[in-house]
């Protein structure tokens, strides 16, 4: 099946990008999984996937965080499998930035992972011709419960929530742009934490009781809404945010 289309997933080694990738990779996709620090764990993925179907996943390392990432990114994806069909913008920054201690540097970090790269990668792959459906990862949090210390990261997140919606107007009908908005998404961690995925698990502990469903999200609940989005099931559907928070925005 080398004639299937490429999906691109950002930050696709671990995680809620794991399992998207996974998932589409069960769909049909030929994946290109991208990856910046955990390169061993995108190549294991990249090995398992390619087991079950040859030559259907490869591995693209970048820093998005850097001048013209997303556009080598792409030419490189390119190159190598074809132009994307879908683009998956998983890859985020997550770190607190109480207002009167943040930096310029952090600002740009956040900006550039949540917003910029996003914005260039969609703007390239559009350009290399075969794009269909974007979807972009969200924070439910970030229009509807905004967090004290974490203004940069939400402000970020926020504006790529206007971009889906803009550039759903903007692109159609050629191509479909759609958001997922995570709530507490349950995933593996590093052995330790980081600073930011111990704050983050606390924080889920503390929030579990306000969510309705009673439970974690889990990252095969994203994928799932993920890989809905993609397919010709959703082709009515653009400009959609679709909450996976267990209706914790309403709680």
Known sequence: MNDAPVALVTGAAR???????????????RV??????????????????????????????????????????????????????ALVNNASSYFATPFGDAGEQDIDDLFSTNFKAPFLLTQAALAAGALRAVVNLLDVHSRHQPR????????AKDALWSLTESLAVELAPAVRINGVALGHILA????????????????????????????????????????????????????????????????
Not at 16 to 23: D, H, K, N, P, Y
Not at 46 to 65: E, K, M
């Open 148 to 155: 004290a210390g974490f203004s940069a990261y939400t402000a």
């Open 188 to 251: 593996e961690v590093r052995d330790p934490p980081t600073a930011a995925e111990q704050f983050d698990l606390a924080d889920k502990k503390l929030q579990l009781e306000r969510v309705p469903l009673a439970r974690h999200g889990s990252p095969s609940d994203v994928a799932s809404a993920v890989a809905w989005l993609l397919s010709d099931a959703a082709a009515y559907i653009t400009g959609a945010i679709v909450p996976v928070d267990g209706a914790r925005r309403l709680a």
């Open 15 to 29: 995680r809620i990008g794991l399992a998207i990738a996974t998932r589409l990779h069960a769909d049909g996709w």
């Open 32 to 85: 290109a999984i991208h990856c910046f620090r955990s390169r061993p764990e995108a190549d294991a993925l990249a090995v398992r996937l390619n087991a079950l179907r040859p030559d259907s996943a490869a591995v693209f390392a970048a820093d998005l965080r850097m001048p013209r990432a997303a556009v080598s990114l792409l030419d490189a994806v390119r190159a190598r499998m074809g132009a994307p069909a």
